[in-house]
C-alpha cells in the first residue's frame, strides 16, 4: 500500500526565501505525482501534476521534481512571498486500488 | 465559472442523527469523490464514483454513504454508524476516472458533534 511522507510537517521562512518542501513515497510504480496547495478552512487546489515521463513541471515561482527510482518529488517555490502561506499537500497514486494517497502536509509560513 | 459547490460550509449533528452533505460539480467531470480531513492529517478517501450510478468505497467507507444519481451531483450521508464524525470534510472531482487527471476541490464542510 501506498505511504506518502511530507517533511518538514511546518516551515517557517523570511519573505524572499528560495524553499524546498519534500515529499517521499513507498510504492514508486507510480504514474504520476501531485502537489496541491490548501489554505486555512478551505479546500485544495491543484499547484502542479508531473507524469511519470517528466522529471520537472514549472508553473511561475514554482518547480516540481519527481524521481521515482528514489521514491521522492520535492516542490520548489522561488522568491517566496507571504501570500505563499498555506499547508501543501503532495499525492501519489496508489497502485491498482486507483486511488490518491495524500501525505500530511507541510505548513508554510512566509515572514514579511 | 465553472467550479465545485459544497454546502452547507458548517453543518451540527446530534447523536443518532444522519446528515447529508451537498456536493455539485458544474464542470462535466465524470468522477468525483469525497474525502474527510482531521486536523494535522493528510486526505482520507471514503468513496468515489466514477460513472453516474457506480461507486466504490474508499479507505474508510463505514458509517457513510452516497449516491450518483446524476452526473453533476454526489451527496454524502453521515450515519449513525459514524461513531466519531467531526472532520473536514471535501468533494472533489476529475474530467475521467484516470489518475492522470488533476482532482479540483470544492471549500469543504466542517462537520462537528452537538
Redesign the interface.
Known amino acids: 500500500k501506498q505511504e506518502v511522507t511530507q517533511i518538514p510537517a511546518a516551515l517557517s521562512v523570511p519573505e524572499g526565501e528560495n524553499l524546498v518542501l519534500n515529499c517521499s513515497f513507498t510504492d514508486s510504480a507510480i504514474y504520476n505525482l501531485q502537489w496541491f496547495r490548501q489554505d486555512p478552512g478551505k479546500g485544495l487546489t491543484s499547484l502542479l501534476l508531473i507524469q511519470s515521463s517528466q522529471r520537472e513541471q514549472t508553473s511561475g515561482r514554482l518547480n516540481a521534481s519527481l524521481d521515482k527510482s528514489s521514491g521522492r518529488s520535492t516542490l520548489y517555490i522561488a522568491a517566496s512571498q507571504p501570500g505563499d502561506s498555506a499547508t501543501y499537500l503532495c499525492a501519489a497514486p496508489s497502485g491498482s486500488a486507483r486511488q490518491l494517497t495524500f501525505g500530511s502536509g507541510t505548513q508554510l509560513t512566509v515572514l514579511p | 465559472d465553472g467550479g465545485?459547490t459544497?454546502s452547507p460550509k458548517y453543518l451540527f449533528r446530534k447523536e443518532g442523527q444522519n446528515v447529508t452533505l451537498s456536493c455539485e460539480q458544474n464542470l462535466n467531470h465524470d468522477a468525483m469523490y469525497w474525502?474527510r480531513q482531521d486536523p494535522?492529517?493528510?486526505?482520507?478517501?471514503i468513496y468515489?464514483s466514477q460513472i453516474v450510478n457506480d461507486f466504490q468505497k474508499?479507505?474508510i467507507a463505514e458509517g457513510y454513504s452516497v449516491s450518483r444519481e446524476k452526473k453533476e451531483s454526489f451527496p454524502l450521508t453521515v450515519t449513525s454508524a459514524q461513531k466519531n464524525p467531526t472532520a473536514f470534510y471535501?468533494c472533489?472531482s476529475s474530467r475521467v476516472?484516470?489518475?492522470?487527471q488533476?482532482?479540483?476541490?470544492?471549500?469543504?464542510t466542517?462537520l462537528s458533534i452537538l
Request: charged share 20%; proline share 4%.
Open positions: 465545485i459544497q474525502y494535522g492529517q493528510g486526505l482520507r478517501l468515489y474508499g479507505d471535501l472533489a476516472q484516470g489518475l492522470d488533476p482532482q479540483h476541490f470544492g471549500d469543504g466542517r
